[in-house]
């Protein structure tokens, strides 16, 4: 079985780190070894993924650190497919991923960043064999953040008319990649039903050779 790159996209509190763990848990009770399994996130744990999350918390109109949000993101991926995701592929692991550049393009592109930019700065980075957007209304994501008691601070992408268009846009994103492998999953179900719809999907993708 070869390695397989798997991305879970969508808006905050869109369950993404619940379905995750979900599916580790599917995977593991269809006999695969948890070494081969690694679940990952965007930004990382990394020294550039640590600057993004110290950004995240000044709570300054975000339009106005738009090209600092983006080079920190794009160094954080490089770092992250050049340390981890690379490496894990090629050990054949099914890589589990909360989000990747398709938060750029559409986190970004509404903080006002020009999408050809974005695509020039993405040329050549791996392309994920899956991408699931976790879809659902934001009213509904805003109650899942509010009930989280270890997310009490709202971050500056935390805000209703914010996430309105970030919802839109990851909608859009078969526009931008109609090549790629993208699936709209409605989240807003239980987390049961959205689990089994993903893992219908992803199981004939990891079967593949
Ligand atoms: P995330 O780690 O998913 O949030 P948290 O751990 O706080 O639940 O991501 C932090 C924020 O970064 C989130 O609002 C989305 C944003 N983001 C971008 O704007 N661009 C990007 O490329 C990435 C990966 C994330």
């Known amino acids: 079985m070869s390695g397989k790159f798997i991305v879970f996209e969508g808006i905050d509190g869109s369950g993404k780190g619940t379905i995750i763990s979900e599916i580790r848990k599917f995977l593991v009770e269809k006999?695969?070894?948890?070494?081969?399994?690694?679940?990952?996130?965007?930004?990382?744990?990394?020294?550039?993924?640590?600057?993004?999350?110290?950004?995240?918390?000044?709570?300054?109109?975000?339009?106005?650190?738009?090209?600092?949000?983006?080079?920190?993101?794009?160094?954080?991926?490089?770092?992250?497919?050049?340390?981890?995701?690379?490496?894990?592929?090629?050990?054949?692991?099914?890589?589990?991923c909360d989000r990747y550049k398709y938060s750029t393009f559409v986190y970004q592109l509404i903080q006002g960043i020009e999408?050809?930019?974005?695509?020039?700065?993405?040329?050549?980075?791996?392309?994920?064999?899956?991408?699931?957007?976790?879809?659902?209304?934001?009213?509904?994501?805003?109650?899942?953040?509010?009930?989280?008691?270890?997310?009490?601070?709202?971050?500056?992408?935390?805000k209703k008319e914010f996430l309105e268009k970030v919802r839109q846009e990851f909608l859009s994103l078969k526009e931008i990649f109609p090549e790629e492998n993208i699936r709209i999953v409605d989240a807003s179900k239980k987390i049961d039903e959205v689990t089994e719809e993903i893992v219908n999907i992803l199981w004939k993708k990891i079967k593949e050779l």
Do not use: C, W
Request: no cysteine.
């Open 31 to 96: 006999g695969i070894f948890e070494n081969q399994i690694l679940i990952t996130a965007e930004p990382t744990n990394g020294f550039y993924g640590k600057k993004v999350r110290e950004l995240l918390n000044t709570h300054v109109n975000p339009d106005v650190n738009a090209q600092q949000f983006l080079n920190l993101y794009v160094a954080d991926r490089e770092e992250h497919l050049g340390k981890e995701i690379i490496p894990a592929l090629k050990k054949g692991k099914i890589i589990l």
């Open 115 to 158: 999408l050809e930019k974005i695509i020039e700065l993405h040329n050549g980075m791996a392309v994920p064999d899956l991408i699931f957007v976790l879809d659902l209304p934001v009213d509904v994501a805003l109650q899942r953040i509010d009930s989280d008691s270890k997310r009490s601070v709202k971050e500056v992408f935390e």
